[in-house]
């Protein structure tokens, strides 16, 4: 599970964020852009109230890039695409300093895994966290 953040990612003005991307999700990423034949798409990561412990998490590619937006650049490891960006909005930033966004592709589960040392606790079906 490597995990290297690239420097030099946006305009100098743009902060960077805590959260970190592995090398396995970055390739995910880039693969998915790929597919959809789009190279000025970020991964925006988001929390927003919701769930039955309060807070869920989106992932989803967005082209935007908002006042207060947090970006970092991560590498892929991968021909199609050399680097992705990940963005996190200025209020979700404290909720997610510090958390892992990885991919898993097993029999027991498919998709981007985050690990949040931030999560006080999680709902029984863990969709979302407090």
Partial sequence: M?????TDTTDTQ?????VILTETAA?????????EGRDDLRLRVAVQPGGCSGLVYQLYFDERLLDGDAVRAFPT??????????V?????????????????????KQGFT???????G??????SFH
Avoid: W
Avoid at 2 to 6: F, G, I, K, V, Y
Avoid at 14 to 18: A, I, V
């Fill in 88 to 108: 996190v909005d200025r209020m979700s930033v404290p909720y997610l300093s510090g958390a892992t966004i990885d991919f898993a592709d097993t029999i027991e």
């Fill in 2 to 6: 490597a995990e290297t953040a690239l």
């Fill in 27 to 35: 390739a995910k990423v880039a693969s998915l852009l790929a597919q």
């Fill in 77 to 86: 490891g991968s021909d199609e695409m050399s680097s992705v960006e990940v």
């Fill in 122 to 127: 999680s709902c029984a079906c863990g969709e």
């Fill in 114 to 120: 985050i690990d949040n040392p931030n999560a006080a």
């Fill in 14 to 18: 743009t902060p960077e964020h805590e």
